[in-house]
């Protein structure tokens, strides 16, 4: 790196002060465990470098690396039973990410929207909001607390409910296609998308409940590619990366 883009980066300072990041319970996993310890540690590595550009960082967490609701209701288990313990799922990836965080120096709580008490704190949102203001990250497990709603409708409630700037989903491509790219080679990606349109074309980006959220709290969501490094730093300092879902 020269001189001039040292100097550079040093001297930017991210557009967002507050964000919400949404992450899939696989992010975590490895080829082989459930939760892969450096898989953890390079997340937690990503969300302390913004972290420490001075943005206010809230996870919310998934849990499709442990368990998956849907999954096992279209099995033919009681949906309500099987979301409940896709929210469990949830809070034991939250545990992991903010052991992860702590190591490499970032103060993290934990808050969970079904009581766990000896592990974590119940979601109370002035308390939450207290948190990122004395600059820790937060990490919201459990998703809404309750069946029926996913971990996507869940970091639309906590972004609508925190101001916050913008919801960052992190996925395992590099934006909104209209297609499968991993099956279509010509699927067409989106630079940006309306609310409205990625309804109506049933884009995959999250469901519909998440997107209302979104759209009728004015919280504009970009959907991009975790896995390559720097990716996260680059949306929060407002550079054109992933899909940006907006009015």
């Known amino acids: 790196m020269s ?40 997340i937690a590595r990503e969300v302390a470098e913004i972290h420490a550009l001075g943005v206010q960082v809230a996870v919310v967490i ?34 992991a990410l903010q052991e992860a965080l702590e190591k490499v120096g970032v103060n993290t709580r934990v808050q969970t929207a ?3 008490k000896n592990v974590a704190e119940p979601f109370i949102r ?16 459990a998703g809404t607390g309750n069946p029926f709603f996913s971990t996507d409708t869940a970091a639309a409630l906590r972004a609508s409910e925190l101001g ?10 590099d934006g909104v296609y209209d297609s499968d790219p991993r099956k279509n080679p010509k699927a ?21 409940t998440a997107f209302a959220l979104c759209m009728d ?16 730093r680059s949306v929060v300092l407002g550079e054109k990366i992933g899909t940006l879902v907006t009015a």
């Open 188 to 208: 067409r990606r989106y630079d940006k998308v309306s609310y409205t349109e990625a309804l109506e074309a049933r884009l995959q980006v999250m469901d519909s």
């Open 62 to 95: 998934g849990g499709g690396n442990i368990w998956r609701g849907i999954t096992s209701a279209n099995r033919g288990m009681d949906r309500s039973t099987a979301d409940y313990m896709g929210m469990l799922a949830t809070i034991i990836n939250g545990m």
């Open 3 to 42: 001189n001039r883009l040292a100097r550079r980066r040093l001297v930017q300072k991210p557009v967002y002060k507050r964000i919400i990041l949404k992450l899939s319970g696989e992010v975590l996993a490895g080829e082989e465990e459930v939760i892969d310890a450096k898989l953890t540690e390079k």
């Open 114 to 116: 079904i009581e766990v």
């Open 217 to 232: 709290n004015h919280v504009p969501i970009v959907v991009f590619d975790m896995f390559k490094p720097g990716n996260l």
């Open 164 to 173: 916050a700037e913008i919801l960052l989903k992190a996925t395992k491509v």
């Open 126 to 141: 002035r308390r939450a909001v207290r948190h990122l203001e004395k600059e820790r990250v937060v990490i919201f497990v």
